[in-house]
């Protein structure tokens, strides 16, 4: 369990035939491996890799945070969080939370795949606090095996594209990104993983080798280098051969669909 | 904080850990837990939550505890708004990502009334596991560079003398008492769980008294017949409550999913006015019912077995 | 695991309805209390504490190193060591070995009980080298164990009463009784456990409280003052008011020669 | 000696960790451990050794090997007498207290010819368990006061920075390594273990790789039912042997306990010269077999079917 749900609105970019969240969730999958394992959070993360694995990533192992090893979560059982019985249905295997988390430690898993409320340019994401921690305006619920999974895994995060969701610094660092950049995150204490792409209904996002700082890797159909830059908090380069994503395909969707027939994720 | 060994071994070799009859009923066992105690939940978020304990620890009037778990769902609420603890230690707290954030503990925390100690899962999970091997804190290499580190009492970093590396280490969690529902145990507290087991051998190992509760006393020759399927030993059960649907409604693995309407039901009372809701709530299904199979009947017999439905279903094909 | 096994010689005091072996466990037997948590290597050790549970101390529950709670071992199906399937009859619960050692550790063990090869005044064992550890006249089995119950628990240790095993000061410290006497224990990293009871065929020693040296706490059936002292290889105060013990009963022996029909570790 | 975290974790990314068949015989298991390799040994003395694939690693003439083990049996001597290994980090070692001090232990290390570096057995169990848990060290209680603790590399005292006490922290133990023989487990290698699971699951955890093998292999839809009941993940495997009776002359949990006359045969062979007794041995029982059938025939039908018979019986009222 890591963050809120990801509740978006209809996409800015104007493609009727899909919602921003089914957006977000191919997009998601799409950069899962065969072969991978994959540490999910519930929400986008486990829509997007069950598609993986009912399409280009059969052998793709899903961990969850409840201590549940290569599961198959059945269409239209969804599990409400990652602890609870339906995570495990035909599971290989099952251990504690605490082991699970320790298999993330020793290396075990390749990504790490969670939602966000907030991020910032160098990656580090808040669902601590909103405002002053001492005083927060909004208490959210916390970090969950967020941090965990933020400071030992490559990092895919997938959220809504908002101006207050991107800002240049996290009110509160629940789960740490690249820290202040460079190698500062190394420094920290945290030699291992970080973050490797952030998907938005807007395009997809990675991190400058040498800074650290978020940057495009690709924009989705339809939307313009001015528009993600109009939408984030921070002064985010989108280089001049910037890559456009391929729209959902049917089969996408239609797997999506399926997975969440009441549409709690992908509405 | 972290207690000294020989004041753990002294309150260890203080308890009977003989095999013994242990079973009693809810309130008898609700003596066992002072006001004040540092309380450990067993399960996660609603899955085999003792709920049947702690309704009756709110309904026994118990104050000023410092609940511990590895995350908090409603039970959290249900804990600031009775003043069972005002005072809570977890990695995440809300009733659930699909009810998103619980409007109690904001209003608790965000009023200053109530302190939400915030440690990663991790953490949680390996402060229990220091505590259950008797050391005084864990090594680990998480948390680091996060605001929650700094918040963290006690956590500190130091450079290993092995690797030079720079690691967390976290304090060992022995609580006074530690709340477990588990499926089946023994009238001696020998515990077998099904599916998932959270941290809640650890924490059993680890505090320095366990309160049971269990879906069904089973003999201990029922126990014997597969040792190896005993996850909580009897030497560390101080006492054994059956209560059937006692994490209800929470899960129960194998047994009973949680109980959904009845659960956006307490987000639908609690949404509006946090506070009110909350009261409302404890009022109607924690004081007013004569016993836990009123609580049951409160909730309502169709979701019990719609809930029972759903629960067994995870063994079929 | 913890030593070689005691292979006695017919008892020194002329007793010939019983074996020294069969002294040893009934003696040893009768220091467990009923209700007590001990942890027990095989041989003696086990052999003393069935017969405790069959006797005055039903509620004994006894912990094997292989990862054993609370067992009831079958007469005539003695294991041959406390990590084989024998040791789980109709136990109770079975963990890893490291967990079982973490329970010592964690402090829910009274008693730990095993054999001894050599002892000293101060309690410590040795079960690793005789002569010089660089350079060992005979390289034993090693601690096992016994280290981790004689640094964590009350210890009762069952051995042959002879001066080249109870001498001035062991060759190699396998496993800590009170190191160098007084609070050396405790400053050596122990401050928990430490020697309770030292139980051979010629009588019962305990450990003056202050300097913590090896003393007679009683004597059995026959044995003398002087016959003790001359057995032991250090100076070993016998208290001129010492109790003596009283002789094995029939029903004790009756039932370890039950226990042990093949006569493995009674002989 | 203890592996620095990017190293460690470098190792584990360079593995092919998915869900694959990896079934292959124990020849082809072999070609898997390099001569001069740190190899662990899952089981303990007599019960779940992983004889087959040492037998096959003998017959390989593999040299070099660093061994460890919880507790060493008989394997320990054959790794020595064979070559495989001349340098064992185990806490006790010697065929079993039943059948005294090893002799073939004793003749190589009182001649300087071989290594026996001893640790507690906890201590053996931490430093397994700091490598599967990726951290470089774990804090323990044991050991200190003893001559035990001067001559086991690595092992240093601290004072805890949260009660002063003194603590000792003893590296971790990651094998290149893990040779576990199961009763059963898929063709993916997930394992389920019955009984006694002595410190197998750390190892596993903890090894760089891990070779299993197995007294059956059954389908994964068979291990999907019980998931709560795998004990080694298939992710850390990295190659499954089906090998019926794979520790004879050894236990295995259920199926066979020891095969008490050829383990008696054994003690005879090496009491008086315990050089010439174990070369004997080898050649009988390891070199000469054309293969795992063999080596049990020459072990004696009767041997299996008594040690089969007993062992089934654990089971029985």
């Known amino acids: 369990m890591t963050t809120e749900p990801v509740r978006t609105a209809p996409p800015l970019a104007a493609v009727p035939a899909y919602t921003a969240s089914e957006l977000l969730a191919v997009m998601s999958a799409r950069l899962l491996k065969d072969g991978q394992t994959v540490f999910a959070g519930v929400g986008i993360p486990l829509l997007a890799a069950i598609l993986a694995q009912k399409t280009h990533a059969p052998g793709l192992t899903i961990l969850f945070e409840g201590g549940v090893i290569g599961p198959?979560?059945?269409?239209?059982?969804?599990?409400?969080?990652?602890?609870?019985?339906?995570?495990?249905?035909?599971?290989?295997?099952?251990?504690?939370?605490?082991?699970?988390?320790?298999?993330?430690?020793?290396?075990?898993?390749?990504?790490?795949?969670?939602?966000?409320?907030?991020?910032?340019?160098?990656?580090?994401?808040?669902?601590?606090?909103?405002?002053?921690?001492?005083?927060?305006?909004?208490?959210?619920p916390g970090t969950g095996g967020g941090n965990d999974i933020a400071s030992l895994a490559d990092m895919i995060v997938a959220m809504k594209h908002e101006k207050r969701r991107f800002v240049?610094?996290?009110?509160?660092?629940?789960?740490?990104?690249?820290?202040?950049?460079?190698?500062?995150?190394?420094?920290?204490?945290?030699?291992?993983?970080?973050?490797?792409?952030?998907?938005?209904?807007?395009?997809?996002?990675?991190?400058?080798?040498?800074?650290?700082?978020?940057?495009?890797?690709?924009?989705?159909?339809?939307?313009?280098?001015?528009?993600?830059?109009?939408?984030?908090?921070?002064?985010?380069?989108v280089p001049a051969d910037v890559a456009v994503t391929e729209v959902p395909g049917d089969v996408e969707l239609a797997i999506l669909r399926e997975l969440d027939p009441a549409r709690l994720y992908t509405a | 904080m972290t207690q000294s060994y020989l004041d753990l071994r002294q309150k260890t070799r203080e308890r009977d850990r003989s095999l013994r009859d242990k079973v009693m009923s809810l309130e008898e066992a609700?003596?066992?837990?002072?006001?004040?105690?540092?309380?450990?939940?067993?399960?996660?978020?609603?899955?085999?939550?003792?709920?049947?304990?702690?309704?009756?620890?709110?309904?026994?009037?118990?104050?000023?505890?410092?609940?511990?778990?590895?995350?908090?769902?409603?039970?959290?609420?249900?804990?600031?708004?009775?003043?069972?603890?005002?005072h809570i230690i977890t990695s995440w707290f809300s009733q659930g990502i699909v009810w998103g954030v619980s409007k109690v503990m904001r209003a608790y925390t965000e009023s200053h009334r109530a302190t939400f100690e915030e440690w990663s899962h991790m953490a949680m999970g390996l402060r229990y596991r220091a505590g259950a091997m008797g050391v005084p804190f864990m090594p680990m290499r998480s948390m680091m560079g996060s605001g929650v580190v700094d918040r963290a009492p006690g956590a500190r970093t130091m450079e290993c003398p092995f690797t030079g590396e720079t690691l967390l280490l976290v304090p060992a969690l022995n609580p006074d008492v530690a709340l477990i529902h588990v499926q089946r145990c023994d009238a001696y507290g020998n515990a077998q769980l099904d599916g998932l087991s959270f941290m809640d051998i650890d924490i059993a190992?680890?505090?320095?008294?366990?309160?049971?509760?269990?879906?069904?006393?089973?003999?201990?020759?029922?126990?014997?017949?597969?040792?190896?399927?005993?996850?909580?030993?009897?030497?560390?059960?101080?006492?054994?409550?059956?209560?059937?649907?006692?994490?209800?409604?929470?899960?129960?693995?194998?047994?009973?999913?949680p109980f959904y309407s009845h659960m956006d039901l307490y987000a639908q009372m609690t949404a509006k006015d946090p506070d009110k809701g909350a009261a409302e709530y404890l009022e109607r299904f924690h004081y007013e019912p004569k016993d836990w199979a009123d609580y049951l009947s409160r909730i309502g017999m169709a979701e019990l077995l719609d809930a029972q439905r759903r629960g067994s279903g995870i063994y079929d094909d």
Chains 1, 3 share one sequence.
Not at chain 1, 209 to 220: D, P
Request: charged share 20%; with cysteine; aromatic share 6%.
């Open chain 1, 168 to 237: 240049e610094k996290v009110d509160f660092i629940t789960s740490p990104g690249f820290v202040d950049g460079s190698d500062s995150r190394a420094r920290a204490g945290l030699p291992a993983g970080g973050m490797f792409r952030v998907v938005t209904d807007l395009g997809i996002m990675g991190f400058d080798e040498a800074t650290k700082a978020m940057t495009v890797v690709a924009l989705h159909p339809g939307v313009t280098p001015q528009a993600i830059k109009d939408n984030t908090g921070f002064e985010l380069p």
């Open chain 2, 30 to 86: 609700a003596k066992l837990v002072p006001d004040g105690a540092s309380v450990a939940l067993g399960g996660c978020t609603a899955s085999r939550t003792p709920m049947a304990m702690l309704w009756a620890l709110i309904r026994a009037r118990k104050t000023g505890l410092t609940v511990s778990r590895s995350i908090m769902s409603t039970e959290g609420d249900l804990l600031y708004a009775s003043g069972l603890s005002r």
């Open chain 2, 205 to 257: 190992m680890a505090a320095n008294r366990v309160i049971l509760t269990t879906e069904r006393i089973v003999s201990n020759d029922q126990i014997r017949r597969h040792p190896d399927q005993t996850k909580i030993g009897f030497f560390t059960v101080d006492a054994v409550v059956e209560v059937p649907f006692g994490s209800a409604p929470h899960e129960c693995y194998g047994l009973y999913e």
């Open chain 1, 72 to 140: 198959f979560v059945e269409a239209g059982k969804l599990p409400p969080s990652t602890n609870e019985q339906r995570c495990t249905r035909r599971a290989n295997m099952l251990v504690s939370i605490t082991e699970v988390l320790l298999m993330l430690q020793r290396g075990y898993v390749d990504v790490g795949f969670m939602g966000g409320a907030q991020i910032d340019r160098f990656g580090n994401l808040n669902s601590s606090f909103i405002g002053d921690a001492d005083n927060p305006k909004i208490r959210l």
